[in-house]
């Protein structure tokens, strides 16, 4: 049975006033009260027992605030909110009334890519379909709308959304641009899209399955002659356009310490900034990624890492692959062309040939993280089961390679880290020295946060908290005040 209720003006008012040591912001003229640091469900899993005490966590010490969608990791994310949602509801140690949940549609991955194509199959596709690439579609169509508010409101177990976001819309537009439709029609029928989307969220409102919506776009702060831009004045020209007392009441983008563009860049209309037009219309403005930060083409994590190892020598770890190498060539001299066993282990296993020369050219944990999550560690697992349901006589062997390269992955992991400390330590120095203000701030994470939560026109920063120390360290952020007239826009972090 679904948790009834939705979060109202008055519970979270209310609630506010419980934590009165933190800052709390009206979400724009919805008139609810939300922490001013949320909670980011980007990578949050129902199978992860740390993720589900985090997020316990950070409800129980006071954040109200929850931002998911329904495409982190593949519909877990929403899924563990839910279960956490119903325990501590059951156990009267928080009201739903009291929580504002943000979930979104719009893409096509895993779960929802498989059901497109058997859709397909079927002759029976989702209307206005972009087939982006393969294993990624996106769609705005009502009907692909209810679907996904349906499985929502099923995996989050409540009866109402507080706010629905239309996901990156603006796929329609890279779609477009690789098929070099003309810019105009584009726009044009990019934007027809969107009203067709808002017409039906409008009936959502009335159906009291959703309490408002809005759009979720890294576009938004983009130069308006950008191809895939998408234009705020534009949005809410069209909203409008639908009803007077429309419920189009929040944007979510992008910003952080290097990518500043929605407070300083022009690109909307009577020379204003993104977050001056937002807050003009009084809408409530989310801030994702503030520690994921692109700057001169690269990924930086505006976090200091845990460091547990002094970091390896690059010669410790090239010596290290030359074991590796060893094992990998003496088992090699065991695979038979019938024994396909060996044949999976050599092709999924092996990974001298893929690192030798290549590792320092990762560059930075962040890319590094990325190859061992999403290439490396999967084959890696994957043979390590076949490993151990063989019976094989070279299996002393296949085990010692195994332990070997765990211990790569951990030395090159260790090495990146140390790596990005001394970058974080230089970001830090280089901050503190043109706003001493954020001295009071002991690690760069808090800086960064404290920088946008003292922005004007900024309602909340969705700050992911997979972890306990993410949430002391937010918590302890929140029981500070923000920091007036901070100038931190022209900061560079070099």
Not at 12 to 17: A, D, P, Q
Not at 127 to 140: I, N, R, S
């Amino acid at each position: 049975m679904a948790i009834k209720g939705f979060a109202s003006s008055i519970s979270t008012k209310n609630f506010s006033e419980q934590y009165k040591e933190f800052n709390f912001n009206l979400l724009g003229k919805t008139d609810l009260s939300v922490t001013s640091v949320g909670f980011g469900s980007y990578r949050i899993d129902i199978r992860s027992d740390i993720n589900k005490k985090s997020l316990k966590q950070a409800l129980l010490s006071g954040i109200n605030l929850i931002d998911t969608s329904s495409t982190y990791t593949n519909g877990n994310s929403e899924l563990l909110i839910g279960k956490v949602l119903k325990e501590l509801t059951d156990s009267n140690d928080l009201l739903r009334e009291n929580l504002v949940i943000v979930t979104k549609g719009g893409y096509l991955q895993g779960h929802n890519y498989d059901l497109s194509q058997k859709l397909k199959k079927e002759n029976n596709a989702f209307p206005d379909l972009v087939e982006y690439q393969k294993g990624l579609e996106h769609c705005l169509h009502p009907e692909f709308l209810e679907d996904q508010i349906n499985r929502s409101l099923e995996r989050l177990g409540i009866e109402t959304i507080d706010v629905y976001l239309l996901h990156n819309p603006e796929y329609y537009l890279k779609w477009a641009e690789k098929k070099n439709i003309d810019l105009i029609l584009a726009r044009k029928e990019y934007y027809s899209r969107i009203k067709k989307a808002f017409e039906y969220l409008e009936k959502e409102v009335q159906k009291g399955r959703i309490k408002n919506y809005g759009i979720s776009s890294n576009t938004f702060p983009a130069d308006s002659n950008d191809y895939s831009f998408t234009s705020l004045d534009t949005v809410i020209k069209i909203a409008e356009e639908i009803a007077e007392n429309n419920h189009f009441s929040i944007i979510e983008f992008p910003m952080n310490l290097a990518e500043t563009a929605a407070s300083r860049q022009i690109n909307q209309s009577n020379n204003m900034t993104l977050l001056q037009v937002a807050e003009a219309k009084n809408l409530g403005v989310l801030i994702n990624r503030p520690l994921n930060a692109f700057h001169n083409n690269k990924l930086i994590n505006l976090a200091e890492p845990v460091i547990i190892n002094e970091a390896p020598s690059v010669e410790f770890i090239n010596n290290t692959l030359e074991n590796i190498d060893k094992l990998e060539q003496l088992i090699s001299q065991k695979v038979y062309e019938n024994n396909a066993f060996l044949l999976e282990i050599e092709k999924y296993l092996f990974v001298f040939n893929e690192l030798q020369f290549s590792w320092l050219d990762i560059n930075n944990i962040s890319n590094w993280q990325s190859a061992l999550n999403q290439y490396f560690l999967p084959r890696f697992y994957y043979s390590k089961n076949m490993i151990k349901k063989s019976a094989l006589k070279n299996k002393e062997s296949e085990n010692r390679l195994i332990a070997e390269i765990d211990k790569l992955f951990e030395l090159i992991s260790s090495y990146f880290n140390n790596e990005h400390l001394q970058l974080i330590i230089r970001i830090k120095e280089n901050i503190v020295k043109q706003l001493p203000e954020l001295s009071s701030r002991k690690n760069l994470s808090s800086m960064a946060i404290c920088s946008l939560r003292s922005t004007d026109g900024i309602t909340a920063v969705l700050v992911g908290m997979t972890q306990l120390s993410y949430v002391e360290d937010v918590i302890k952020e929140l029981q500070l005040s923000p920091i007036k007239d901070i100038d931190w826009i022209k900061v560079e972090i070099d």
